[in-house]
């Protein structure tokens, strides 16, 4: 067997080997294993999870032949569970893997309690009845759900759980922390030794933009009542004397100056997001708390102390034009800025543990690091029950979606996969599925759509003849294309959720395959 390090090299430079360790102790169950549960775990097999139970009590048809690589001839009129989780295997000898041949809806009505022992559990092409009934089943086991489900062109994705907390957010797009329109007093200390109008060329080339920029908001806000340009006019202004100082053509650390003046620029202070996320009720903390809260607690000490409205530095700068001296100087004030910082949050998580009763050191030294670190771009993501979004969605919102142009197919497909559902519960089988009564179903169909928007309160809103006729056309057919797209989604969600790393996405996932769009319904 390969060795696990070179095995997994290249997910490692993305989720690191915490993120690894985190997924090979993971446990996964899998409902249904048609092309769309195939597809999801498939792909979490190859990452590798640590254990998969597949749970499915149908045999492998002809009809499934065309639709799911995991079986072949050779599998026609054996367990599909057994037979796909074969076929997983292979894929990944480190991975263990088990199947029980039952169906799930049997499972979910007669043995809850088996749930509790993973965790997380992807449930793929239930009913709305199972949805409903297994995700109060998770929650109160405290284990993830992550819904998938293909039908015909279109699909969806939906995170289920109470409360998901990120540290490591990991945001493409995120301005340095550089504080260069608050600098502490070392840093501005240090600014103070540099000579703006220093006439050795060199020496005047290669002062740090970062300097520039404190020594020349200094000068500004001592000449403006202390504060720091904020109108149009002011930033052209303030760009104006930072060029006014070059005395070259070629000096790019004033080049790289006028660039990021919009840092000094930014408002002083945590972002709207961390105010409210130190607002949040659980900051509140007692001996039931988790680690997160605990940490956020010590942070809005933080913030209201010794941080003076800001959160503790990262401590890291970018690449820039300088001297190696200064550059060098200037790194290590970051870091140390960033220890003490650090420290400081340190001591109070741990006071805060024993005052809450808890051991003070179990929360390691690592975490606090990295949750100092990315104190910026911490993250909270809670889900409502699906029963609560099922009996009353945020009208405003689904209205929207029904009726604006942008959104109304993923809206329209929104409503008509839950219509399928009551319409099989009605007819015992799913519009379309079956030949000769097309027509009867597409009038079936239409009349259970506009029930089922009554009872949301969505009087007087219409879905389009064509989507209807369209949702009779796919016949509940679960196509490979698009149950791999969705099964690449919901393992991509999954990971995100194990590793507790990148975002994951916060409504109802929706893929339009008539339009090849993917969109995300928050209800």
């Not at 894929?91 to 041949?101: G, P, Q």
């Not at 420290?343 to 390691?364: A, C, F, H, M, Y």
């Not at 104190?375 to 809670?382: D, F, S």
Request: charge should be negative; include cysteine.
């Amino acid at each position: 067997m390969a060795e696990p390090k070179t095995k997994y090299d290249r997910q490692l430079r993305i989720w690191g080997e915490q993120g690894q360790t985190a997924l090979e102790k993971a446990s996964i169950c899998l409902l249904n294993c048609g092309p769309t549960g195939s597809e999801t775990l498939k792909n979490l097999v190859l990452g590798g999870v640590g254990s998969i139970t597949v749970i499915d009590g149908s045999k492998v048809e002809l009809g499934d032949l065309g639709n799911n690589f995991m079986v072949d001839e050779s599998s026609v009129g054996k367990s599909k569970a057994k037979c796909v989780c074969q076929f997983l295997q292979e894929l990944n000898d480190a991975v263990k893997a088990k199947f029980i041949e039952e169906y799930p809806e049997a499972l979910i009505e007669t043995n809850p309690s088996f749930f509790s022992q993973f965790t997380l559990v992807v449930a793929t092409q239930l009913v709305e009845d199972s949805m409903v009934k297994l995700d109060r089943i998770c929650r109160e086991a405290n284990v993830i759900l992550v819904f998938a489900r293909s039908y015909g062109l279109t699909g969806l994705v939906r995170i289920s759980l109470k409360e998901h907390t990120v540290i490591e957010s990991k945001p493409e797009h995120f301005l340095d922390d550089l504080r260069l329109n608050n600098p502490w007093p070392e840093l501005r200390g240090f600014a103070e030794t540099i000579d703006l109008d220093v006439t050795d060329p060199v020496a005047h080339k290669h002062i740090p933009y970062v300097l520039i920029l404190v020594k020349m908001a200094e000068e500004w806000s001592k000449s403006h009542d202390g504060k720091l340009p904020s109108t149009r006019e002011e930033k052209k202004e303030f760009k104006e004397h930072i060029k006014a100082r070059m005395t070259a053509l070629d000096e790019d650390n004033y080049k790289e100056a006028i660039e990021a003046s919009f840092k000094v620029f930014a408002p002083r202070g945590i972002s709207s997001d961390l105010q409210q996320l130190i607002g949040d009720r659980f900051v509140e903390v007692d001996s039931s708390s988790s680690d997160f809260w605990v940490m956020v607690a010590a942070l809005k000490e933080f913030i209201e102390n010794e941080g003076g409205g800001e959160a503790p530095l990262e401590g890291s700068i970018p690449d820039m034009t300088s001297s190696t001296e200064h550059y060098i100087c200037l790194q290590k004030l970051y870091q140390a800025k960033a220890e003490a910082d650090f420290l400081v949050i340190e001591q109070r998580v741990r006071t805060i543990l024993k005052r809450i009763g808890r051991d003070p050191n179990s929360i390691s030294k690592t975490t606090i690091k990295s949750f100092c670190k990315n104190a910026r771009k911490l993250k909270v993501c809670r889900y409502r029950l699906i029963e609560d979004e099922f009996n009353s969605p945020v009208l405003p919102e689904l209205q929207k979606y029904l009726t604006d142009e942008d959104y109304s197919v993923a809206g329209g497909f929104y409503i008509l996969l839950r219509a399928v559902d009551r319409f099989a519960a009605n007819y015992n089988s799913f519009p379309g599925q079956f030949d000769g009564v097309m027509d009867e179903d597409i009038s079936r169909l239409k009349t259970t759509a506009v029930g089922l928007l009554n009872d949301l309160g969505c009087n007087g809103v219409t879905l389009t003849e064509d989507l209807i006729n369209e949702m009779c056309r796919f016949g509940a057919a679960e196509l490979h294309a698009v149950a791999a797209f969705i099964g690449g989604i919901a393992s991509q969600e999954v990971i995100k959720l194990i590793t507790r790393q990148f975002v994951p996405l916060s409504g109802t996932f929706i893929f339009n395959g008539i339009d090849h769009k993917s969109q995300l319904l928050s209800l």
